[in-house]
Nanobody
Framework: QVQLVESGGGLVQAGGSLRLSCAAS????????MGWFRQTPGKEREFVAA????????GYADSVKGRFTISKDNAKNAVYLQMNSLKPEDTAVYYC????????????????WGQGTQVTVSS
């Protein structure tokens, strides 16, 4: 089992920045990738970014490329999402996920999920 706890969400004006954190605990040694997804009411959860736990390779959704940066700290079992130049359409609940399969853009590749943290971007 892996437990994930997100933090760092909040309310920010358009153009502002937020940094999300995800702390992992439990059986993290088998993790292949950590990802961030987001969801708005009435829509499916969508991929935002992912990072390979051992190698550090990253991937991003086109909608956030150049604005968001995913990073990790293996010693702390933590993953971060730095979000810059935020737009109202980035408003969503953001979820951290841990998985052992590919492809990293697919929800079904992740076994463990955090509870989510709300990000609201005002115009």
């Amino acid at each position: 089992q892996v437990q994930l706890v997100e933090s760092g969400g909040g309310l920010v004006q358009a153009g502002g920045s937020l940094r999300l954190s995800c702390a992992a605990s439990g059986r993290t040694f088998s993790t292949y990738a950590m990802g961030w997804f987001r969801q708005t009411p009435g829509k499916e959860r969508e991929f935002v970014a992912a990072i390979i736990w051992s190698g550090g390779n990253t991937g991003y959704a086109d909608s956030v490329k150049g604005r968001f940066t995913i990073s990790k700290d293996n010693a702390k079992n933590a993953v971060y999402l730095q979000m810059n130049s935020l737009k109202p359409e980035d408003t969503a609940v953001y979820y951290c996920a841990s998985g052992r399969r590919m492809p990293v853009v697919r929800m079904s590749s992740y076994e463990y999920w955090g509870q989510g943290t709300q990000v609201t971007v005002s115009s």
